[in-house]
């Protein structure tokens, strides 16, 4: 028995040698080929395997419509591979095979570098796009096996297919010649002139039978309408009937003066008198004629003056202060009054870089609940004043501009940044303005790396201007961001990345 099982474990060695010695090697998976350019018209992502003499490889290629950035949709693809000393070999597809996917396939005679041609023709887009270093091995055993390297930037993943069905677009990061300008804090104020508090002129009480036109919160006046309708007390009335008595009287004796005078009855001196005191009462009466309704005294009202209340300015009723029914007291707010077709914005510039924008004529600025940066100069603005005296607490300089705010954007008491240029323009690398998004207070952007990878990538940044921001660090030349599209690839970034270099296989 002992000799039996010292014969069957050697037995197994020798087996399990041979086996050792005589098992395949295990092949490597090779590694597809992704390629991406841009040109005026298109942007081309291709996808392909290693290729092999003798077998057939399909090609998946991505076309994007740079007008729309949305997926060719129609169109005939022809690929063109040329390699010196061989005859150039030509494939062609009619159509997409899915929007915006044309999927050639190709089969190679003869090992070595090629210079691919897409020629694309149709009635959406036509281009020309050259790839050159197409590497076609003459075995499997030729391809190399590839080495991941790590950049050590994690990629997001945001495919062809999403990227057509959302509004998106990118930009190359490029050189810009901006205005160099100074961050202020600011603020959203009304034109004096147009901006009024309008009080109640005399005492009395708003009767809602009186005032059953009452315009609303938001409601457009103008200086011909009537606010309100006051009741005033019986002392006032008395008032108002002596002010146009003393009127009435003035005016029939200086009518009176006039004729004598005429007559040579009285002197220059005397005429003089009465048109003096004439054009007293008068300038009184005036005042309060504007504002109490003297016809009106017809039975309807019982004989009673009522004060007219009208609008200092044409403007928008911001806000009512009273109620219907309510006693009023002389000087009591009763309405205000905003016409913000101009308005002004104040800049609160540190006191340590006032000298830096003593040559100021214009300033760029955002306001709350906006993504879009405004130009005062683009609002019909102008500087106002440069402050003379420092705000003891916040150490800044008041600086003013006026400007038009045609689409009624902007609101009093909006908060705002500003920039505010210095005059002295600089050129420097930069991006748009809405590739930028804010994570807790640190600006990114997203870098279109390849077809379908993005990287989000943190940013040092500079000046702001005519919607364009330079970047210090963060990203190069020529480097793509995403300036439409972009929130939607921030979504895709929580749930989703993938180490550089892995594709996507459709």
């Not at 022809?78 to 089969?107: M, N, W």
């Not at 009080?199 to 005032?211: K, R, S």
Request: a negative charge; aromatic letters at 8%.
């Amino acid at each position: 028995m002992l000799r039996y099982i010292t014969l069957s474990i050697f037995t197994c060695l020798i087996f399990m040698g041979c086996t050792d010695q005589n098992e395949p090697k295990i092949e490597h998976e090779h590694e597809a080929t992704s390629v991406t350019l841009w040109t005026k018209s298109t942007e081309l992502f291709m996808e392909y395997p290693a290729l092999v003499v003798g077998q057939e490889a399909a090609f998946a290629v991505h076309l994007s419509d740079m007008k729309d950035f949305k997926a060719v949709l129609q169109g005939k693809l022809i690929c063109i591979f040329t390699k010196d000393g061989s005859e150039p070999l030509t494939v062609v597809s009619d159509a997409p095979s899915h929007p915006g996917i044309f999927r050639p396939v190709v089969k190679f005679a003869q090992a070595g570098i090629y210079d691919m041609q897409l020629k694309l023709t149709g009635n959406q887009v036509s281009d020309n796009i050259e790839v050159p270093g197409v590497r076609v091995y003459a075995d499997e055993a030729s391809i190399p096996h590839i080495v991941e390297v790590s950049t050590g930037e994690e990629t997001i993943s945001f495919l062809k297919e999403q990227q057509w069905k959302i509004d998106f677009r990118t930009e190359p990061a490029d050189q810009h010649e901006l205005s160099a300008s100074v961050f202020a804090v600011g603020e959203i104020l009304p034109q004096p002139q147009m901006h009024a508090e309008v009080p109640a002129p005399v005492n009395g009480v708003i009767l809602a039978d009186q005032n059953a036109s009452l315009p609303s919160i938001g409601q457009w006046v103008s200086k011909r309408d009537i606010l309100a309708v006051i009741s005033p007390p019986a002392n006032t009335e008395t008032s108002f009937n002596s002010i146009r008595s003393e009127y009435l009287i003035a005016s029939s004796e200086y009518e009176r003066a006039q004729r004598l005078f005429e007559k040579k009855a009285i002197s220059q001196k005397r005429l003089e008198e009465t048109k003096l005191r004439f054009e007293a009462r008068k300038a009184g009466y005036d005042v309060v004629s504007r504002q109490v309704d003297f016809g009106n005294l017809d039975k309807k009202n019982g004989g009673v003056l009522h004060f007219h209340l009208k609008p200092p300015i044409d403007g928008f009723i911001q806000d009512i202060h009273f109620h219907l029914g309510e006693n009023v007291e002389a000087g009591k707010r009763l309405f205000t009054i905003t016409n913000p077709k101009n308005v002004l914005l104040k800049a609160h510039v540190p006191v340590a870089r006032i000298a830096q924008i003593k040559n100021t004529r214009d300033a760029s600025f955002k306001i709350e609940g906006y993504e879009q940066e405004f130009t005062v100069s683009q609002l019909n603005g102008r500087l106002v004043s440069i402050g003379s005296i420092v705000d003891e607490k916040s150490r800044t300089v008041p600086v003013l501009f006026e400007l038009d705010n045609p689409d009624k954007l902007l609101k009093i008491g909006m908060f705002a940044e500003v920039s505010v240029k210095t005059g002295d323009r600089v050129a420097t690398l930069t991006i748009p303005n809405s590739a930028i998004f804010d994570e807790d207070g640190t600006s990114v952007a997203y870098v279109h790396v390849e077809g379908e990878s993005f990287a989000k990538r943190i940013l040092t940044t500079g000046i702001t201007d005519n919607g364009y921001t330079e970047i210090l660090n963060g990203i190069s030349k020529g480097e793509r961001v995403t300036i439409v599209g972009g929130y939607q690839v921030r979504l895709a970034s929580l749930s989703t990345s993938m180490p550089q270099g892995h594709g996507h296989a459709h």
